[in-house]
């Protein structure tokens, strides 16, 4: 059987670690969306909250986007 959700029924397994990198840098998921889209990531909150939450995949292009933005690696957004 295939697989595609974490152990604890997750959707991706960067979220919980996206929503530290914000929170840290004591901003709301509108205005990461705001500055995702200034880099070219089309995210709304909406998606924002969805991703942090666990209820939505992430892609790899949208990983090197938060990894860009947060200036941490990707591996660092597995929480490696």
């Given at each position: 059987?295939?697989?595609n ?47 942090e ?7 790899d ?7 860009r ?12």
């Open positions: 059987m295939f697989i959700k974490a152990s604890d029924g997750r959707n991706n397994v960067c979220g919980i670690r996206i929503a530290q990198l914000r929170k840290e840098q004591g901003i709301s998921q509108r205005m990461l969306a705001d500055q995702l889209q200034l880099l070219g990531l089309d995210l709304d909150k909406n998606a924002i909250q969805r991703i939450a666990g209820k939505r995949f992430i892609t292009i949208e990983l090197q986007v938060f990894a933005f947060f200036s941490v690696s990707i591996g660092e957004l597995y929480g490696s």
